[in-house]
T-cell receptor, first 114, second 112 residues
């Protein structure tokens, strides 16, 4: 079964850091560009970051540039999002997805609040 | 960034009747490789998004054939030929031609 499973979400205070993980199974992970999409409460979808299959290229939304870092480990079929200097406006459900959007995880929730 | 503008933002529909959602991009979505990377996603209440359509009109597997996509350049449309109860949710278009990838605001489809 093709699957993406996110983990690492939780409640953090403003300014803190958090690392999200996404474990892939059921497809050739190392052949796919991957990314993170977030959805703030009651809002639409926003691409946060993307990484190509061989990690040769990454892209970030302006809203997270300089604070978030995407990486992947093809040997572990996993992609990660290291988030620092978190702000209240980063509160959202974070989905892991293939770049083309054909596979999505169920999401992990991050709440940034004091 | 490429701005994706959907209309309407709310779409009350009658079961069994057709529905149509428009998506316009601020720039042509024709890629230098000749393809047009415009996708449509459905997000049912409480669920993750699901891709319905890729590259304007390609239907994903297990997507009912009542869903169809069309358009070119900057103007695109998602049509549902006969709305069913399970089609309730929010629909998003997304461009995959430029960085960063961008979504439309979403169109909420509900049963009238």
């Amino acid at each position: 079964e093709v699957q993406l499973v996110e983990s690492g979400g939780g409640l953090v205070q403003p300014g803190e850091s958090l690392r999200l993980s996404c474990a892939a199974s059921g497809f050739t992970f190392s052949s796919y560009s991957m990314g993170w999409v977030r959805q703030a409460p009651g809002r639409g979808l926003e691409w946060v970051s993307v990484i190509t299959a061989a990690s040769s290229f990454t892209n970030y939304a302006d809203s997270v540039k300089g604070r978030f870092t995407i990486s992947r480990d093809n040997a572990k079929n996993s992609v990660y999002l290291q988030m620092s200097s978190l702000r209240a406006e980063d509160t959202a459900v974070y989905y892991c997805a293939t770049l083309g959007g054909d596979v999505w995880g169920k999401g992990t929730t991050i709440t940034v609040s004091s | 960034d490429v701005v994706m503008t959907q209309s309407p933002l709310s779409l009350p529909v009658i079961l069994g009747q057709p529905a149509s959602i428009s998506c316009r991009s601020s720039q042509s979505l024709v890629h230098s490789d000749g393809n047009t990377y415009l996708s449509w996603f459905q997000q049912r209440p409480g669920q993750s998004p699901r891709r319905l359509i890729y590259r304007v009109s390609g239907r994903d597997s297990r997507v009912p054939d009542r869903f169809s996509g069309s358009g070119s350049g900057t103007d695109f449309t998602l049509k549902i030929s006969r709305v069913e109860a399970e089609d309730v949710g929010v629909y998003y278009c997304m461009q995959g031609t430029y960085w960063p990838r961008t979504f439309g605001q979403g169109t909420k489809v509900e049963i009238k």
